[in-house]
């Protein structure tokens, strides 16, 4: 699914418009990326029944390229991760 598809059902289902739907979407990812983001914030989103979005710090580590099998160092990096909460799983597994 798309992000204008989801824009598309989430409009059907409440009645606003597309425009309004597309404003509360984009704010919603909006802050989520900036908690996120914050250089400092442990702080993860956590969206009951949904999921909880977190960043988890990866140490720095050597690495090979595949191709000339030189090795290099990866500096340490923060990346974001999901996990799904237990009713989403449900649903997903349909159990």
Known sequence: MTKAQLVSKVAERTGLTRKQVLQVVDTLFGVITETLSKKRNTEPVNITGFGRF????????????PRTGETMRKPASRVPVFRPAKQLKQAVSGS
Do not use: D, G, L
């Open 54 to 65: 977190a960043v988890r710090q990866r140490p720095a580590r050597v690495v090979r390229n």
